[in-house]
């Protein structure tokens, strides 16, 4: 395949680790990318089923309804979706995860050290490779291949939250009122859909994990977290 030369959009920084479950949010908010085919919708990072292994999702051009997926959104041939994981603690990706989408599939490379760091790159050729035919709503597809899992296409929006509360709020229509509680608050997304990439790697292929951060930053005593992943999610569009 060949390589591009690529500049990137950051998402969101989290932690993954075996007692946690963090996901970082930016919905069509993202200057200058909102609505469009490299808008970060929603990064996911958590233990597997599998302790020994990490899932990571990406989601992208949210929100979506159920016939926007079969008409008008698709993954774009020109955008890579990067996941990057830092397992040192100087907050630089060590390695990288990419996703891109060739014709029906989504080719996924590495996890591979990185040609270059920040927000140029290429596609990472050098290290491991594998694919997995894009699923739709009437065809799952999941290829595992060495013990790393990887899926690619349209699902349901996982993120809660009441949006027209907020913009409520926001605009002082409720004040001082403010947020309802959950028994009485709306999902604005419950009914919409994101486009996903999700990849189970086991953490053999990430290495060691570094000192969680809030530890590292003497938030909590030496111990009291366990040692966690930082990752963030990148796109990448082709030059």
Do not use: C
């Not at 008008?72 to 995860?97: P, S």
């Not at 140029?120 to 491991?128: A, F, K, W």
């Amino acid at each position: 395949m060949k390589k591009m030369k690529l500049f990137g959009v950051v998402g969101g920084v989290l932690l993954a680790s075996a007692a946690f479950f963090l996901t970082s949010a930016d919905h069509i908010d993202a200057p200058g990318v909102a609505s469009t085919s490299s808008d970060i919708a929603d990064l996911y990072a958590f233990e597997g089923d599998n302790p020994n292994n990490t899932v990571l999702i990406a989601t992208v051009q949210g929100p979506l309804t159920p016939g926007d997926v079969t008409t008008n959104a698709e993954f774009d041939e020109d955008v890579v979706i990067q996941f990057n994981i830092d397992n040192d603690g100087d907050f630089v990706e060590d390695l990288v995860i990419q996703a891109v989408k060739r014709g029906d599939s989504m080719y996924v490379f590495g996890p591979v050290v990185p040609t270059a760091v920040g927000i140029t790159g290429q596609i990472e050729t050098s290290g491991p490779m594998r694919s997995v035919r894009i699923s739709t709503s009437d065809d799952l597809q999941v290829t595992t291949e060495d013990g790393m899992s990887i899926f690619a296409g349209p699902r349901r929006d996982g993120f809660f939250f009441d949006f027209n509360r907020f913009n409520a709020v926001i605009s002082g229509a409720v004040a001082p009122e403010g947020f309802l509680p959950p028994g009485e608050a709306s999902d604005f997304f419950e009914d919409l859909n994101v486009l996903a990439v999700s990849v189970e790697v086991p953490n053999a292929m990430l290495g060691p994990a570094p000192t969680h951060v809030a530890v590292a930053a003497g938030l909590f005593p030496e111990g009291a977290l366990p040692d966690a992943y930082n990752v963030w999610v990148t796109t990448k569009r082709k030059q």
